[in-house]
């Protein structure tokens, strides 16, 4: 198979059908794009390769995919994630690529309310599922993020662990201290205490597996877990070597989910609900 991920997203119908299938008729994105990457025999480079910002090709045109998926029916998606096979999905083993499109499109046309053009290569739909949506506000604030100064970088790690529970954390990037930027405390249930230490990359690209061995290497005999937060995203065999049975385990932050995070906790972001007015013509032609 070629090196560049070749797949579209209207390709990737039936895998994502055949890979909910697979896992008793739901399941996780992370769990759907696993078996989508056996289903496929993708090769590293290929799940790998990054469509923007921290986003693979394979994960955004895997969103659009079930956002077609959602529209005709054959899917659905709760609140906390979970894609689920519709009772039209369980009877439906593999659809046609074109017949579905023309059908969400042509329904996108008659709710259509503005006319908003899509970017060059993407679908042509306004009604998107909300992840597909959040893929534009995680770019423009991973590109924010990329142009702090790098001590600001770690204050706003620092600010964000805090946020999230962590004490007594600290910075300790300007040390160089073997990868290690920065250290803190989190208790579970106010008893358990596990310290942990995390590593601040921010660019553009994927972590490797190497940079987290690397990072294990230099927490051993530190620290309970380690963290890595990155703007980026991470590999898929980094993402192994993160879990890896028998070593101490990492866990891993990608730009979405700091982005995510940021949003969740309003640091940096304000969420606006926009009034919509509504004329109500007939009211006026009965009074």
């Known amino acids: 198979m070629d090196k560049d991920f070749k797949y579209k997203y209207d390709d990737l119908f039936n895998p994502t059908l055949s890979a909910l299938k697979k896992l008793g ?21 290929a799940i790998n390769e990054i469509h923007r910002e921290s986003t693979t090709k394979l994960t955004y045109r895997l969103a659009w995919a079930r956002n077609y998926l959602k529209r005709y029916e054959l899917i659905e998606n709760s609140s906390r994630g979970v894609w689920a096979l519709t009772e039209n999905g369980q009877k439906t083993d593999k659809v046609d690529q074109e017949k579905v499109k023309k059908a969400v499109v042509k329904k996108d046309k008659e709710q259509r309310i503005n006319e908003a053009k899509p970017q060059k290569g993407e679908p042509n739909l306004e009604d998107k599922t909300e992840e597909v949506e959040e893929f534009g506000w995680q770019d423009k604030l991973i590109e924010t993020m990329k142009k702090i100064e790098p001590d600001q970088f770690e204050r706003l790690c620092q600010r964000l662990l805090r946020e999230l529970g962590f004490v007594n954390v600290e910075v300790t990037g300007r040390t160089n201290d073997g990868g290690i930027d920065g250290k803190g405390i989190i208790k579970l249930g106010g008893v358990l205490s596990y310290h942990v230490v995390f590593q601040a990359k921010r660019y553009q690209g994927s972590v490797s597996s190497s940079t987290i061995r690397d990072f294990r290497g230099a927490m051993s005999g530190r620290a309970d877990k380690g963290l890595v937060l990155t703007t980026g995203s991470f590999t898929r065999e980094a993402k192994k070597e993160a879990t890896r049975d028998g070593a101490t385990p990492i866990d891993l932050i990608d730009g979405n989910e700091f982005a995510e995070r940021l949003k969740e906790l309003n640091l940096g972001v304000s969420v606006e609900m926009v009034e919509e007015v509504k004329i109500k013509t007939d009211w006026f032609k009965s009074i």
Do not use: P, W
């Open 25 to 45: 008729g739901s399941g996780s994105v992370s769990e759907i794009e696993e078996q989508v990457i056996d289903i496929l025999k993708l090769t590293e480079d």
